[in-house]
RNA sequence: UCCCCGAUAGCUCAAUCGGUAGAGCGAGCGGCUGUUAACCGCUAGGUUGUAGGUUCGAGUCCUACUCGGGGAGCCA
């Protein structure tokens, strides 16, 4: 007999027979002489009614001793559904039991509402539930489309290092990869800790960015992109930050920062849409319980050209505004949160771009601008998440780049490779960097990060 | 890391002026019903986050710590 997954199970014909194979969700009894059995197994949002018969011949030593959480087989055959609430369901004709929930009484997951942060604390059983089976498919969904979009555009995916050895970006707090003894590590004379002795012969670390290392493959195969984990120590204790995450980095040879911003527009623009067709069950489900905006914010995402602004004029908008913020807003400053949301929900209303910024308040490798002041940066600003990607054209002339590292009193010959990129071949290009779990945040509405990726690791919590 | 708030039954919460612990849901048992957030009845379930302190007496007041939430910083 065929094993129907629940997906394909719930548009089948009447009379298909089929074996369902899942997790019991609930369990109704009538005394009419049968029990229904709300089963998923992860295919789709919705459960599939199994209907068995008090016939079974297990039907009082188990199908009635059936809880949430159960796994079960239900062979049968696929019938239109006297029910409201489904058009077929499985009647079954025999039902096994896979496995048992030892104590009902102890399983995490009962048949009721549960808080987010309790689910966190039993994070390998809460997959089970409707909410984090749709956050699951909604980040695969958007996981597969971020690379069919690169693929179809001629871009490879470039596997950057997990381990590097370099603080490349000075992007903050990055954890040490060492198999040094912690308590008694190896001594230089002058009593600091000997890295010549650790595993690579140097101070080592988790990577907080692929981009250094994808630029070169970025002059070399013209348009790459990176997605993988990334790392950051920092210490911070937020609904939208994690010091695991993923981060997707594309990078793009002869292009400017306006190419870069039209990639960026084009791929938000491409995963949203694709996520309202692929998974309307799940989108659906996100809009009626997590935040009732979701789909009209997507839809209206997909179908208006993101706002274009640059720094400057943000500062003047922001100050003639007539708002009142708690921190200031002056050319030279960075915005804080509460102006970035002022400009996405209150002055705009849509994701906005905003471009060249001062160059005291960026990275060092982001190119000069004519003025002197500026350089080529942009920030996508999403309503309620505020930042969503950050990226630049990258400083592609070498006499600039080496007068950024030396104003900015970094290493210049930790930089030796990245530097000869702009000695042999030099090319414009730019890149930016995209959240993974803020991406589903936005698109999910669901508000904390921790609840978009399958095992937050956090400060002070890496259970799991 | 900083500011504010919180921690009581498996879960979500209540408990008046400091006076000795309560509900809903879940679970178990029974009833009813082509049910679907099912419904009705009964039962069990507690070292009130941890460690101190004040008091005749602390869930309640004070101190420290741990964990969680909201906001900020850092950023993606």
Redesign the pocket.
Known sequence: MAWLQVKDAATAAPGTKATIKGWVR?????????S?I?LHDGTCFDAF?I?APADLPNYESEVQ?L??GCAVEAEGEI?A??????SV?L?ATALRVVGWVD??????I?????????L??VAHLRARTNTFGAVARVRHALAMGVHRFFHERGFYWVHTPIVTASDC?G???MFRVSTLDALNPARTPEGGVDFTQDFFGREAHLTV?GQLNVETYCCALSRVYTFGP?F?A??????????E?W?IEPEIAFANLADNADLAEAMLKHLFRMLLEERADDMAFFNDRIDNTVIQTLEHLVETPFERMTYTDAVALLQKSGETF??PVEWGL?L??????CLTEKLVKKPVVLMNYPKD?K?FYMRMNEDGKTVAAM?VLAPRI?????GSQREERLDMLDKRIDEMKLPKENYWWYRDLRRYGTVPHAG???????LIQFATGM????DVIPFPR????AEF
């Not at 508000?447 to 921790?450: A, K, L, M, P, T």
Request: charged residues 30%.
């Open positions: 609930t369990r109704r009894d009538s005394k009419a002489g049968l229904f709300a009614q209907v001793r809880t949430s019938v559904s006297q029910g409201k609430g489904q369901e009647k104590d009902p009484d102890t399983y995490p009962s048949q009721k509402r549960h808080t987010f942060e309790y966190r604390d970006e992007a903050g707090q960015s990334t950051r920092e210490n911070s204790n937020t609904s939208r930050h994690l010091a995450f981060m708690e921190f960075d804080q949160s509460e102006h970035e949301r308040i990275a920030d505020g930042e969503i990607i950050g930016f960097g995209l959240g993974f779990e803020r508000q904390n990060i921790r956090t400060p002070g919590s």
